[in-house]
């Protein structure tokens, strides 16, 4: 029997038991008058986190939505319509002296975070756990291991309440008047259909090499495409060197962007090429081609063929599989062959589609 109270309730999400309650398992909606959500992370994370504050939105109509995340990431918060306020999560004092109706906690079980939902005056909690154990009067799922980061979240906001969620894959995002006029700034406005490219990453494994990287410019700048660089501080090392061994001239706009002004950008961008990492999730939630190199776990990067391709380093060396439990391969052993392959027919596609449309 399946349980239908709001108290000690410990929904268990496995490879085998994956199953969702009939109805929400949260404080009643009329109720609630302030949100607490909590997303440590880089802008990816808070990027694959929007269909689920979309589904909070629309759980709690009455309430305050207010989303505790990182510096680089508030800055996509700022015009999200499903989000009334964003407050830093290296300083989470605020969070800690307000009373909340509901905290949700979209961060993996174990990981360090200076906000925690424990901390948070609430009268409702849900997050993960990676045990059997859970507090009462909450909501504590444990991780599921085999589910992306977007439908996970998503799925944790819907045991809280609400229709089944139907829109995963859309995330709607909303560059502003001021970020598309900026990015046209930044682009001069732009005499070829433009490919946007980010070498950088947040971890060693997703780094491919700048002489690839170089070589992907060149192809795409033959193929009558502008390749232009985009990045944070962190980048600036590799797109330099990318640049410098690179036959073409492409632009670096590495650190030259704002959150909102990348969005334009890539709203403007015939092509995306980069690696699994911020830019890329941005890139797929705009809806726009995007090819993804590495690293060789589908379960890290969702995948849509024809919209954004993942290529990684080929199949699993421990099982023989292309997704599967073990650690994907580093970024640097996807070939550069396959990469241009995919890059080539990307890029024709959308050369002759600016072309027809007449896109400026």
Avoid at 142 to 171: C, H, I, K, Y
Avoid at 248 to 254: D, H, I, K, Q, R
Wanted: aromatic content about 4%.
């Amino acid at each position: 029997m399946r349980p239908n109270g709001h108290v000690g309730y410990n929904c268990r999400m496995d490879d085998a038991h994956d199953w969702l309650p009939e109805a929400g398992l949260g404080p009643d909606p009329a109720t609630v008058q302030e949100v607490l959500v909590i997303r440590p992370g880089g802008l990816g994370d808070v990027v694959h986190a929007v269909p689920a504050l979309r589904h909070l939105r629309r759980t709690y109509p009455s309430a305050r939505v207010t989303v505790a995340a990182g510096a680089p990431a508030r800055g996509l918060l700022e015009a999200c319509p499903f989000v009334d306020r964003s407050i830093d999560l290296e300083q989470p004092s605020e969070a800690k002296l307000e009373r909340v109706d509901v905290a949700v906690s979209f961060a993996p079980p174990g990981e360090s975070s200076p906000l925690k939902v424990a901390d948070v005056d609430a009268r409702f909690r849900a997050s993960w756990r990676a045990d059997d154990e859970g507090e009462r009067g909450a909501i504590h799922p444990v991780w599921p291991q085999r589910l992306d980061a977007r439908t996970r979240m998503l799925r944790l906001a819907w045991l809280l309440g609400g229709a089944a969620p139907g829109d995963s894959d859309t995330l709607g995002l909303w560059p502003t008047l001021a970020d598309r006029n900026g990015a046209a700034r930044l682009v001069n406005g732009g005499q070829r259909p433009l490919a946007v490219l980010h070498a950088g990453a947040g971890c060693p494994e997703r780094l491919w090499s700048a002489q690839h990287w170089a070589r992907v410019a060149d192809l795409l700048d033959g193929l009558g495409l502008a390749p232009v660089f985009v990045g944070t501080a962190v980048d600036r090392a590799m797109t330099d060197e990318v640049i410098i061994d690179a036959r073409c001239a492409p632009l670096s706009l590495v650190e030259r962007t704002t959150v909102g002004e990348l969005a334009g950008l890539l709203e403007r961008a015939s092509l995306f090429v980069g690696s699994d990492s911020g830019p890329a999730a941005l890139a797929g939630a705009l809806g726009v081609r995007s090819i993804v190199v590495g690293p060789g776990s589908m379960l890290e990067h969702v995948a849509r063929p024809g919209v954004v391709d993942l290529v990684p380093a080929g199949a699993c060396g421990s099982c023989g599989e292309v997704a599967c439990m073990h650690a994907p391969a580093p970024a640097a052993e996807v070939p550069l062959e396959q990469v241009l392959a995919r890059v080539g027919l990307a890029a024709a596609t959308a050369h002759a589609r600016w072309h027809a449309q007449g896109i400026a």
